[in-house]
Nanobody
Framework: QVQLVESGGGSVQPGGSLRLSCAAS????????MGWFRQAPGKEREGVAA????????YYVDSVKGRFTVSQDNAKNTVYLQMNSLKPEDTAMYYC????????????????????WGQGTQVTVSS
């Protein structure tokens, strides 16, 4: 089983930036995707971004395209989410997840496909 630990959350003003990290350990070979999800109070968990750890291909939900960048450091078994131009609506608990995801459009957005989850890190965007 894979273990995931997120870090890097915090409070920023609108327009600010944060970089989230997700360190993976354990049986990481069973996963081919690493995803970032977020959940705001009273809302469902939604997919934000993902990376195919084999090819390096990246995927984003429309609301973060051009502002967020997902990347990986294979030597450190770590995935990052660089978040720029943050908006109040980005406020949420952010989770990283690992799973074996089929390679068809939109599959990475389905939280139920991921079998490893971190504990979450809070991101608050407020003036």
């Amino acid at each position: 089983q894979v273990q995931l630990v997120e870090s890097g959350g915090g409070s920023v003003q609108p327009g600010g930036s944060l970089r989230l990290s997700c360190a993976a350990s354990g049986y990481t070979y069973s996963s081919n995707y690493m995803g970032w999800f977020r959940q705001a109070p009273g809302k469902e968990r939604e997919g934000v971004a993902a990376i195919d750890t084999g090819s390096g291909s990246t995927y984003y939900v429309d609301s973060v395209k051009g502002r967020f960048t997902v990347s990986q450091d294979n030597a450190k078994n770590t995935v990052y989410l660089q978040m720029n131009s943050l908006k109040p609506e980005d406020t949420a608990m952010y989770y990283c997840a690992a799973g074996r995801i089929p390679k068809y459009a939109g599959a990475w957005l389905m939280a139920w496909r991921y079998n490893g989850w971190g504990q979450g890190t809070q991101v608050t965007v407020s003036s």
